[in-house]
């Protein structure tokens, strides 16, 4: 392998640990990661938690230090990489240049999904992905200022928390019938939305946006009722899109992701993708399913080095999430897809600690722990060890303590 190379386009959480996970498995080439931000490959979840709220500067919330790359033989390479040609074996870059490539790894993340509405483009309207993301908004994010979040789920709520912090006026604007609607049951959005509002947070649900208005500079939210929101700032966050345009170019299979398989190879055998670009049928589920988690990203990413290295291992860890908002943090084990039945320990109308549950067919398949770590960690071994539960013992929180 001493010959070779492996470049891996993306410096995202996934790409980070697939050149890590390169050397440890013994791939003794060399290693580029090609990333277009001049910072080192650093995380994602913190920015719009600890990073927004000035609680974290960017070196603290590095993936790893720069020593560790080059002590690893690792070059993080600053670039935009405009297509891949499969036949050639090598990547074309913006400026032209070419990079040829004995193994391809795709690590390419997500995009946030545009507002697409009258005045969308105005200036102070932002989406929140990247430290330069973060950036522009505390420029504007003085106290006092008033803010509105099109978008009630992790990235809405984490930043709406964040905000408040920073004693700006938080209005909230969520689409559907409630926050966190996606992934939540009933009763914890309705336990969210009361925390939010109790720490001054305007939370307004079957709120769609008509339009943005302002002259030069966003100065107001209109809605589908005709109802106008005074806004100095406007933060989207409603949801992400996979960045498949290379692969898609490439000839690669994508359907929501580039499409992998259990050993995250795509269908050409040089190219290996992982993290949230990425779609794989997931057997525990019955269905394909694209993951956008720090943790599934790490999985995959680790089970492409294997591939490139010529081992064999599964992507068969069980997917798990987490949120911080103000003094809570919710931790997610599994997927709720499909349940039938939820049960409580601890009581999400009155406590700031407790967990759900999620049953289908009396077997335990997610929960959502909030400040319940042993809850989590309980839940995550049931249910990837299919283990038998008791529905009185899960609302006492007795299998969690024993």
Not at 225 to 248: F, H, K, M, R, W
Not at 266 to 272: A, F, K, L, Q, R
Not at 286 to 312: H, L, N, P
Not at 345 to 368: H, N, Q, V, W
Request: glycine residues 8%; aromatic residues 6%; proline residues 3%.
């Amino acid at each position: 392998m001493t010959s070779q190379r492996a470049l891996i386009i993306g410096a995202s959480h996934a790409g980070a640990q697939l050149a890590a996970s390169l050397r440890q498995e013994g791939w003794s080439g060399e290693i580029v990661l090609i990333g277009d931000e001049s910072a080192a490959p650093y995380q994602r979840p913190p920015l719009s938690k600890a990073y927004l709220a000035g609680k974290r500067v960017l070196d603290e919330i590095t993936i790893r230090s720069a020593d560790f790359y080059s002590k690893q033989r690792i070059q993080l390479l600053d670039a935009h990489v405009e297509a891949i040609d499969r036949s050639a074996g090598h990547i074309v870059l913006s400026t032209g240049e070419t990079l040829t490539y004995d193994k391809l790894a795709l690590c390419t993340g997500a995009r946030p999904r545009q507002l697409r509405v009258p005045g969308a483009e105005l200036a102070g309207v932002h989406y929140l992905r990247t430290a330069a993301d973060v950036e522009m908004i505390r420029t504007s994010a003085t106290p006092g200022r008033r803010v509105v979040i099109v978008g009630g789920g992790y990235i809405g709520l984490e930043t709406a928390a964040s905000l408040r912090a920073l004693d700006l006026e938080v209005t909230v604007l969520e689409a559907t019938t409630r926050v966190l609607e996606r992934v939540t049951a009933p009763d914890v959005s309705t336990f969210f939305e009361r925390i939010h509002r109790e720490e001054g947070v305007d939370i307004r649900t079957n709120a769609r946006v008509d339009a943005l208005t302002g002259d030069r500079t966003v100065r107001e939210v209109t809605l589908d009722s005709g109802e106008s929101i005074p806004a100095d700032l406007i933060i989207v966050g409603i949801g992400v899109e996979p960045n498949t345009d290379l692969a898609d170019a490439a000839g690669l299979v994508v359907d929501n992701g580039v499409v992998i398989d259990d050993h995250a190879r795509t269908e050409d055998p040089d190219i290996v993708a992982a993290g949230d670009c990425t779609s794989h049928d997931m057997a525990r589920y019955g269905r394909r399913i694209r993951m956008e988690s720090v943790s599934s990203a790490g999985e995959q990413a680790k089970v492409a080095a294997s591939t490139v290295c010529g081992k064999s291992r599964k992507i068969a860890a069980l997917p798990w999430f987490w949120s911080d908002q103000y003094d809570l943090k919710l931790q997610i084990a599994g997927l709720n897809t499909g349940y039938d039945e939820v049960v409580f320990s601890g009581d999400p109308t009155r406590d700031r600690d407790f967990s759900c549950f999620y049953l289908r067919g009396g077997k335990l398949i997610a929960a959502d722990c909030i400040n319940r770590p042993r809850d989590f960690m309980f839940s995550k071994r049931a249910i990837m060890q299919q283990l038998p539960v008791d529905r009185a013992e899960l609302m006492l929180g007795g299998l969690a303590r024993s």
